[in-house]
């Protein structure tokens, strides 16, 4: 492996350990302690700006490195043709969506949060945030598929 093919593959599992371990920590325990009142508004603010930056920058890492490692390791036959190939488009396919759900999701926590408090944000975001929880753990089975070399 070439100097530069390891340095994407090893800020790529960085990134999606970071990222994915972020979603589920925040789903899992910053929204359960949130609906109980023990945060402020001020402290969830911060929070949620944080995941959507971290999902923003993660979004160029992802992009950057995984069309590195797509390049250089498939084929667009491959890429399409073959189950690996199919991890890797199911796995670019769930970044989008979870992309698409963080960025929404904290949109809408946000905006309820400064019209009606944080219970209700909690209330109004908490199915779309375990929907995002989900498609994380879907992309950790996609890429445990792929680092177990079972296809
Ligand atoms: C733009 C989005 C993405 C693209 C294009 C992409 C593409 C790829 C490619 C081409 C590989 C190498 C597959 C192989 O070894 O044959 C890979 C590996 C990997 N990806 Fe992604 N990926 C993306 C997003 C993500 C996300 C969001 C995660 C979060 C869990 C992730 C986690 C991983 C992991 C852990 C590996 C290492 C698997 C191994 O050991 O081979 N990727 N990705």
Same mark, same amino acid.
């Given at each position: 492996?070439?100097?530069?093919?390891?340095?994407?593959?090893?800020?790529?599992?960085?990134?999606?350990?970071?990222?994915?371990?972020?979603?589920?920590?925040?789903?899992?325990?910053?929204?359960?302690?949130a609906?109980?009142?023990?945060?402020?508004?001020?402290?969830?603010s911060l929070?949620?700006?944080?995941?959507?930056?971290?999902?923003r920058?993660s979004?160029?890492?992802?992009v950057?490195t995984g069309?590195?490692?797509?390049?250089?390791?498939?084929?667009? !036959? %491959?890429?399409?043709?073959?189950? +690996? $190939?199919?991890? #890797?488009? =199911?796995?670019? &396919?769930l970044?989008?969506v *979870?992309?698409?759900?963080?960025?929404?999701?904290?949109?809408?926590?946000?905006?309820?949060?400064?019209?009606e408090?944080? !219970? %209700?944000?909690?209330?109004?975001? +908490? $199915?779309?945030? #375990?929907? =995002?929880?989900a &498609?994380?753990?879907?992309? *950790?089975?996609?890429?445990?598929?792929?680092?177990?070399?079972?296809?």
């Amino acid at each position: 492996m070439s100097t530069v093919d390891l340095v994407m593959t090893i800020a790529h599992t960085l990134f999606a350990s970071l990222w994915t371990g972020s979603i589920l920590f925040f789903v899992g325990a910053v929204l359960p302690a949130a609906a109980t009142g023990a945060v402020s508004i001020d402290m969830m603010s911060l929070v949620t700006n944080r995941l959507v930056w971290l999902t923003r920058i993660s979004a160029i890492v992802f992009v950057a490195t995984g069309g590195h490692l797509a390049g250089t390791a498939y084929t667009a !036959g %491959s890429l399409f043709g073959t189950p +690996r $190939g199919q991890l #890797v488009v =199911a796995m670019l &396919v769930l970044w989008f969506v *979870l992309t698409g759900l963080i960025e929404v999701s904290v949109k809408r926590f946000d905006r309820l949060a400064e019209r009606e408090g944080i !219970g %209700s944000a909690v209330n109004g975001t +908490r $199915g779309l945030f #375990v929907a =995002a929880a989900a &498609v994380a753990v879907l992309l *950790l089975v996609d890429a445990g598929l792929l680092t177990a070399n079972v296809v």
